[in-house]
């Protein structure tokens, strides 16, 4: 019987992708240990965990942007979470974009699809991990 | 300057998230190393790496059933893609749903929340990582 999420796999680290609950744009993906995942549930909040940083990471913690998470979704081998959420404040990314997924790769190159909505100087200073 | 994609990072495997380009469903999370990148890349289908059978996996490969890749995106930092993609054949998940993220998570447990749409067995009989 696999745990659903299952936290053996992955180093105890699973990706978490975050989508626009009302739209389905896809915001950012990050990562979350058993601990972030708890928080997550019990608060309503979503609660990632920095690689770069080695802690729990808050969304939002800085910026008051936090997503508030409508659904928790895990994946047929409980390996992969999908948060269906909330974007307080607009921008999820800390360049100040909705998406963190602005980059568009085809084989003519890079071509950056998307535009700040805020100041991202008004979010905070650091970036998601 | 970050690479876009970097595979410097996450030890040369990469997150991707497989989004239907119309409906925006998230269908699946897979991982993708800097070949399985290039081949999509130049091929249009979606390819990914199985960190279980450590090696490419052509997604389709077995059922037929391909994803034909309409935009390819990647974050912020480098380190994560999302793929616009048409599926074939209705189901992404192994277990014939349309998408693998089929487990609810709430403070009641965990409910499944769709049923396959073709018959599993008519897949493969693999699992995707």
């Known amino acids: 019987m696999t745990d659903i999420p299952d936290f053996s796999k992955g ?3 699973l990706a978490a992708v975050a989508q626009d609950a009302e739209t389905g744009e896809v915001l950012m993906l990050a990562f979350m240990n058993a601990e ?3 928080e997550t549930l019990a608060t309503g909040r979503a609660v990632y965990y920095s690689r770069s940083r080695k802690r729990l990471w808050r969304k939002g913690e800085e910026s008051g942007h936090y997503q508030e998470v409508r659904q928790i979704l895990v994946d047929c081998d409980g390996d992969a979470i999908l948060l269906k959420v909330r974007q307080q404040g ?3 990314c800390h ?3 909705r998406s963190c997924f602005f980059h568009e790769v085809s084989a003519e190159g890079v071509r950056i ?3 700040p909505v805020v100041d991202p100087l008004a979010l905070y200073s650091g970036k998601h991990d």
Chains 1, 2 share one sequence.
């Open 90 to 92: 607009m921008a999820a």
């Open 36 to 38: 972030s995942f708890a």
């Open 113 to 115: 699809v998307s535009e």
């Open 95 to 97: 360049t100040g974009r």
């Open 11 to 13: 180093d105890g680290l």
